[in-house]
């Protein structure tokens, strides 16, 4: 059997070696001639899989791994008779966990002015409750901090209207991309709701690039508009738009979900999947172990800001901003920043969630470190 795999699926041999012959390509490299005789499909978000890539080949499965669709037009694989499979929630944690760390670093920015001084008396919007924007409320649940949803598609408790979450704090978004049925997403936060938002509230965007109309933004944010923006998620990737970035309070390469952990769950997912549609046992994994990591009593301290430390020792995301800054400052044109963006993806470190990270009991305040435990650190 021929397996072509997306090269920055990690693990990737070690899970589906012993079911084929893996062939590894660059995910937007991967073309109908490299899969023309192949059994199996993996990708992550950047490969389009459509009629165009599968027409005429013997594909008779794909997976992606990763929660998002849309690069997946599924109702030609189910026409085709083409198996697939999703990794849905693989690196929810890791999404989560990237907007605590843009939500406290921006909280604990002396040069922002904020309108309260504490944290539980901040309100946080969310736009989407699926598996990223359900744990964010918890994360935000956990330490307090009253949070809202919207989702039309669970009414049942993400039951506040788009409109209403103009006026939060925090606003942060996780939906799909789709542009058509009741509910499109394509634009959804248009001129009109952006220009409305909160003065000096955060926009984070973490889902989908064009969730965010980019141009309008940009223009919004050249005109003065008072908001701090959040973007690891872009139109047009990896060609994103150079002004736009350099506008941003915090500006990352799409990697919100690429913690290792969150990866390697998407891996084992795509390869129980697999098993079950060839009928074949899967074999227990190995090999994605937890790492213990204590983090050090000079990066903690009793304060409010013990939280929010111990955040920001498990995941700098100042680096990945550094990172994207760097990118922009060190490339001429919009090919050679393209090919940068995906580099640094493509090359990104293991970044470890926060339940890899102790900390002592005894060095913190009992508050802080329930607070830590909730948000999943352990403690010894």
């Known amino acids: 059997m021929k397996i072509v795999c997306d090269e920055n699926i990690p693990l990737a041999e070690s899970y589906f070696a012993s079911l084929g012959d893996l062939f590894f390509y660059p995910g937007r490299e991967i073309s109908a001639q490299h899969i023309k005789d192949a059994d ?28 998002g669709e849309d690069h997946i037009d599924k ?18 944690n890791s999404v989560a966990e990237y907007v605590l760390a843009a939500l406290f670093d921006w909280w604990e920015n002396p040069d922002i002015e904020k309108h309260v001084t504490k944290l539980n008396q901040l309100s946080v919007g969310i736009v989407g409750a699926g598996n990223v924007g359900s744990r964010v409320k918890q994360f935000c649940d956990s330490l307090g901090i009253p949070a809202f949803c919207y989702d039309p598609f669970k ?10 979450l103009r006026a ?38 973490s889902g989908r690039g064009a969730v965010v109309d980019n141009l309008a933004l940009m223009d919004l944010l050249n005109e003065g508009l008072p908001i701090h923006v959040c973007l690891d998620v872009w139109e047009n990737e990896p060609k994103i738009n150079r002004e736009l970035a350099a ?28 098993c079950q549609h060839l009928g074949v046992k899967s074999h227990e994994q190995r090999v994605g172990e937890m790492v213990r990591a204590d983090i050090p009593q000079s990066e903690i301290n009793a304060s409010q800001s013990a939280v929010a430390n111990c955040v920001r020792y498990a995941y700098s995301i100042r680096e990945d901003d550094l990172n994207l800054r760097t990118l922009l400052e060190s490339t001429v ?34 508050q802080a470190l329930a607070y830590l435990e909730k948000i999943g650190f352990r403690s010894s």
């Open 40 to 67: 199996v499909l993996l990708v992550r978000s950047i490969t389009q899989v459509n009629e165009k890539l599968l027409a005429g080949s013997t594909v008779s499965f794909v997976g992606t791994a990763t929660i």
């Open 75 to 92: 109702d030609y694989l189910h026409q085709s008779g083409i198996g697939f499979s999703s990794a849905p929630g693989c690196n929810a």
């Open 155 to 164: 009414p049942e408790w993400a039951h506040i209207e788009l409109e209403d």
């Open 168 to 205: 939060a704090d925090v606003l942060s978004f996780h939906t799909p991309l789709t542009r058509s049925g009741p509910f499109p997403t394509y634009h959804l936060a248009g001129k009109e709701f952006l220009k409305r938002l909160k003065p000096g509230a955060l926009l984070l965007n």
């Open 247 to 274: 506008s941003c309070y915090l500006a990352t390469p799409h990697i919100a979900g690429y913690s290792y952990d969150g990866k390697v769950a998407g891996t084992d997912m795509l390869h129980q999947a697999l």
């Open 333 to 366: 044109g919009a090919s050679e920043l393209a090919q940068g963006f995906d580099a640094l993806r493509k090359s990104y470190r293991k970044r470890r969630e926060f339940s890899c990270y102790t900390v002592r009991k005894d060095s913190l305040e009992p």
